[in-house]
């Protein structure tokens, strides 16, 4: 067994809670909704919370792939609950949030890999909540890609995101259901359609990886017309998940921030906290400001 490093001091800090977050945990129990922000015990919690945003996962909690640095259980899933973009569009409502994410397991069983269904929140979040902005951060829809982004076509997102995780050379290792090229044609193949809309994408530090890899990872984002990325720390959620490799510190985050920005990156979050998620609201209108 790889021993497990310590946590650097730089990772073990928390945004302070408040009673608006109090108050949105409170409308979650009430409606049986569950965060990825909670779920995953996001240190941005607080931050996130108190800001408006969170982070949702539709289509269930049961993921068709195993990928060896996530936590969400494998198996066969349920069929999507026909109930779900109703529900938690009153729920999104009842918040108040301005910023929603909304994301997904993988559903290789379904036709459309789960696209439809996401148009289906769209449509429900655009109705119940008007002044809400809306991004999607997406499976990879392999073998699909032509069936999804034609049922996303009509209800698009404010933004589109599909992270690619890793370097190409650490795939079979960390994402061995996927594949770099096609991740990368699928940024690109909503890019084409949709011009105007932002798209995002996000790597987890820490796998291995050099800092030349990172930086041809981002050149090649670029490339897709991806304007917004997110840098940040993987952390093992336990030890029989992939090992973290190293902690990045945060002088490196910082140096590959500044390189995304002269690569032409809109926004570029990079630290050793950030998710996917993090400063959602903050990138998505540096994007449409000017
Ligand atoms: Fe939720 Fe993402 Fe914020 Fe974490 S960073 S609290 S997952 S919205
Ligand atoms: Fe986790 Fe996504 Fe991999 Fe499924 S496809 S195991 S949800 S990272």
Redesign the pocket.
């Known amino acids: 067994e790889t021993p497990r490093v310590p946590k650097p001091q730089w990772l073990r800090v928390r945004s302070p809670l408040s009673p608006e977050v109090d108050r949105l945990k409170k409308i979650l129990r009430a409606a049986d909704l569950h965060t990825v922000c909670e779920e995953a015990s996001c240190p941005n919690l607080g931050e996130c919370f108190g800001g408006g945003t969170a982070t949702f996962m539709i289509l269930g909690d049961v993921?068709?792939?195993?990928?060896p640095?996530?936590d969400?259980a494998?198996g066969r899933p349920k069929p999507p609950d026909s109930a779900e973009p109703l529900h938690l569009a009153q729920t999104v409502a009842t918040m108040g949030l301005r910023f929603v994410v909304i994301t997904s397991?993988?559903r290789d069983d379904l036709r459309d890999g789960g696209a439809q269904h996401f148009s289906q929140v769209i449509s429900a979040l655009r109705d119940h909540c008007p002044d809400l902005h809306i991004e999607i951060l997406v499976?990879d829809f392999r073998g699909r890609v032509d069936k999804a982004l034609t049922a996303l076509r009509n209800t698009p997102p404010d933004v589109f995101n599909h992270n690619l995780?890793t370097v190409p050379r650490l795939y079979l290792q960390a994402?061995p259901?996927a594949d770099y090229r096609h991740s990368l044609n699928l940024l690109a193949a909503f890019k084409a359609e949709h011009p105007d809309i932002p798209s995002k994408s996000g790597l987890m530090l820490g796998l291995g990886e050099e800092l030349d890899e990172i930086r041809e990872v981002m050149q090649d984002l670029r490339q897709a017309g991806c304007e917004l990325l997110t840098l940040g720390q993987y952390l093992s959620p336990s030890r029989h998940h992939l090992p973290v490799a190293r902690f990045v510190p945060p002088d490196e985050f910082e140096i590959l921030r500044l390189d995304g920005l002269a690569m032409g990156f809109r926004h570029v979050a990079s630290g050793p906290l950030v998710r996917s998620s993090y400063h959602a609201e903050r990138s998505f209108h540096e994007m449409t400001e000017d």
């Open positions: 993921c068709t792939r195993r990928c640095f996530c969400v494998h397991v993988d499976p995780e994402r259901g």
